[in-house]
Nanobody, 126 residues
Framework: QLQLVESGGGLVQPGGSLRLSCAAS????????MGWFRQASGKEREGVAC????????KYASSVKGRFTISRDNTKNAVYLQMISLKPEDTTVYYC???????????????????WGQGTQVTASS
């Protein structure tokens, strides 16, 4: 078994908040850099946020900086994406991913990851 299980997506009004969770089974997340991505229908997968395996490096897309926060809890073998001040433009499917990098304290915003979750729908609409 090697899975990333996502939860926390749903429907909120613009300006609302959601917290996405991504829990691993079959492997240990502490050895991987983590990323959150989103992909709208007919568009390429876009990096939203990433976090290095040690947690010392974070990156955010300009469109979400200041509103989204990525974090990890190694005791729970999970990674999170806290989203506040959601906008209609944030509406799409969100994915979590893991990747093993040569440099430990680094992460990448390109969709070149080893493992992916199934995706969870986030909708910010009135």
């Amino acid at each position: 078994q090697l899975q990333l299980v996502e939860s926390g997506g749903g429907l909120v009004q613009p300006g609302g908040s959601l917290r996405l969770s991504c829990a691993a089974s079959g492997f240990t997340l502490r050895y991987y850099a983590m990323g959150w991505f989103r992909q709208a229908s007919g568009k390429e997968r876009e990096g939203v946020a990433c976090l290095s395996s040690r947690g010392s490096v974070t990156k955010y897309a300009s469109s979400v900086k200041g509103r989204f926060t990525i974090s990890r809890d190694n005791t729970k073998n999970a990674v999170y994406l806290q989203m506040i001040s959601l906008k209609p433009e944030d509406t799409t499917v969100y994915y979590c991913g893991t990747v093993s990098l040569t440099v430990e304290d680094m992460c990448r915003m390109e969709p070149l990851y080893d493992h992916w979750g199934q995706g969870t729908q986030v909708t910010a609409s009135s």
